[in-house]
């Protein structure tokens, strides 16, 4: 096999693994820790951990250690996250939370600057064109880490369906649930009244388990890149100053570009956000039962993840200005949709329609968004992808702050609302490409192809 690809494939693997275990804990933490709001706190300080590592720690140890060890490390980072929810509370999730989160920035900053190193390599040595190559190994990753909600999903279903203690909801409760919520705590109301305790323990041990094999694959088959061997040759005669890394970030503020893709990558926060946090407690949780969430949210990651693959390939033929339009449609559709349904058991089919068209949409937001990225910052790839995850993080801070003050409804509105700011913004940074790049059909094209990358869903 080769060598570059083999890499992909170990850092696609090393992803599914650690995010089998992270992707399920956060689709349940909003149903599984509602009391006092814990679970939606955690996240909230999660992603401003992650804000603030966006700020300064990428640069540094990609710098310092290297894409491989900084990958393996913050790694580390998620296992903590896993042990902290063993004994819940907010001496014990809150700080696990902070450390997942400065660890998130760096993690997949490396991960997008290896895969793009590898993508290039690959593509000199075959002639090939570079963009072209990074958005097929871009599109591989994907579709192999997308699945870890899969698994992740179907692993905390099984282990839960195990309850026998399944209550009737009544239509009094029923009608707490949706968008326009009684602000209660609807996991008193479900369909179940809990999981209990060594269910909880024996779900976190597999999870545990799935993240220290993830760091066990990274250091054991990924190899260091020739370019991350040269950075740390380069160290050791000519260190830069901390100061002038920590500021790498805001200084790619000056671009006017990336001010305007700021909307847009908060966006991808937002409706991640949204579906995970609101979606899965105020919809499904509340009309299902806890053992549901786990289903849901396997139909979103198999529609993501293949999406993923498909519009990775499509965009070199379609571009990405015709996909973010199909993804506005579609998640414009179902906001409006969510407003005006009022969830009940007898409609289950209509519970997985929703998460399926998120994932579809969720699809092109994070492949095109990181995509585009790639293809207009290429020569400061690090400092961008720390202002994507920044912004993206700024997303989840505000989507999980506000989760447990404000009703469904008004959270719709204000997704929708980004929404629409979102697609503006990204307009006019299309017709700035457009002014500025040569008025050839080809050349215009081949700037539309950029490297697949995410989000994820952290």
């Known amino acids: ?65 290297g894409c491989k060890w900084t990958i393996a490390g913050s790694m580390c980072c998620y296992i903590a996250f896993s042990l902290g929810n063993f004994y819940a509370s907010w001496y014990t999730l809150i700080p696990t939370s902070v450390i997942l989160g400065l660890g998130g920035a760096p993690l997949w900053s490396a991960k997008c600057t290896y895969l793009t190193i590898a993508g290039n390599s690959y593509a000199k040595k075959a002639g090939k064109n570079g963009k072209d190559i990074i958005n097929q190994y871009f599109g591989v990753f994907f579709l192999i880490f997308q699945s870890s909600g899969i698994w992740g999903n179907l692993i905390s279903s099984l282990i839960f369906s195990q309850a026998s203690n399944k209550v009737e909801i009544s239509e009094e409760n029923l009608a707490c649930c949706g968008a326009y919520d009684c602000m209660t ?30 760091v066990l694959l990274i250091v054991m088959f990924l190899d260091q890149t020739k370019s991350d061997q040269a950075e740390t040759e380069k160290e050791i005669l000519e260190t830069p100053s901390f100061w002038s890394t920590f500021l790498a970030t805001f200084q790619h503020l000056k671009d006017k570009r990336q ?39 396997i139909c979103f990651s198999a529609v ?107 959270k719709l509105y204000i997704l929708l609302s980004v929404l629409v700011l979102s697609m503006v913004t990204y307009g006019v940074v299309e017709y700035l490409e457009a002014k500025s790049s040569p008025g050839t059909p080809t050349a215009t094209k081949k700037e539309n192809v950029g490297p697949v990358t995410q989000e994820t869903d952290m």
């Open 304 to 410: 993501n993840s293949l999406c993923s693959l498909l519009f990775g390939k499509i965009s070199q033929f379609t571009g990405r200005k015709l996909l973010f339009a199909l993804a506005t449609v579609t998640n414009t559709a179902c906001i409006i949709a969510l407003l005006l349904w009022k969830p009940h058991p007898k409609q289950i089919a209509v519970f997985f329609v929703f998460p399926a068209l998120w994932g579809l949409s969720d699809a092109i937001w994070q492949t095109q968004t990181n995509g585009l990225y790639g293809v207009l910052f290429e020569k400061h790839t690090e400092a961008a992808f720390a202002n994507y995850r920044l912004w993206e993080s700024c997303g989840f801070v505000i989507a999980f702050g506000y989760s447990t003050k404000l009703q469904v409804y008004i």
């Open 1 to 65: 096999m080769e060598r570059n690809l083999k890499n992909v494939l170990v850092i696609s693997f090393g992803f599914l693994l650690l995010f089998t275990a992270y992707g399920g804990l956060q689709s349940l933490q909003s149903s599984l820790h509602s009391e006092e709001g814990l679970g939606v706190a955690s996240l909230s300080v999660l992603y401003a951990a992650l804000i603030l590592s966006s700020m300064f720690l990428p640069p540094v140890l990609i710098k310092k250690l």
């Open 259 to 297: 001010c305007l893709l700021i909307p847009l990558t908060m966006y991808s926060g937002f409706e991640q956000g949204f579906l995970s946090g609101d979606y899965t407690k105020t919809y499904v949780t509340c009309a299902l039962g806890i053992h549901y969430v786990g289903y849901v949210m």
């Open 185 to 214: 705590d609807t996991t008193n109301t479900t369909g179940s009244a809990g999981p209990s305790n060594s269910l909880i323990y024996t779900l976190l041990g597999i999870y545990t388990a799935s993240g220290v094999l993830a």
